[in-house]
């Protein structure tokens, strides 16, 4: 089956070597998404706006793809701090409440920054 790509062009997009999404047939996956602004620099603010940023360039790559928030199946959200939960759960709900995906919401001990919360990802799979 054909791949097409969708890029953020996040600087972490060529050093890593990975595509933001990927769509093959119906199925688009979305590859952990950080708060990363389209200079490079981390989405300033708190965790609900670093969530907020990633969630926004998720649903870009997906609409890049054919697709939209609506399609999106599954969701993992990865946190540095359990406290943040709440808030972020807040987030997700309001960019894909309507989906209702199953979701998972991970604590890890660390990101790619520092300064990172949260770091999401998504699957999606468009309609016949």
């Given amino acids: 089956m054909e791949r097409k790509y969708a890029t953020s062009g996040s600087p972490f997009e060529a050093q890593f070597g990975f595509s933001r999404a990927v769509r093959v047939g119906n199925r688009i996956v979305v590859a952990g998404t950080g708060p990363v602004e389209p200079d490079g620099s981390t989405t300033p603010g708190g ?25 999106v199946v599954r969701t993992r959200m ?14 997700h709900a309001r960019y894909f409440g309507e989906a209702r995906p199953a979701a998972t919401m991970l604590g890890v001990a660390w990101l790619c920054r520092p300064e990172w919360k949260v770091e999401i990802e998504a699957e999606a799979i468009l309609p016949d």
């Fill in 47 to 71: 965790v609900s706006e670093q969530a907020a940023r990633c969630c926004d360039i998720i649903v870009a790559a997906i609409e890049q793809l054919g697709g939209s928030a609506k399609d």
């Fill in 78 to 91: 990865l946190l540095t701090d359990s406290a943040d939960q709440d808030a972020v759960g807040a987030v």
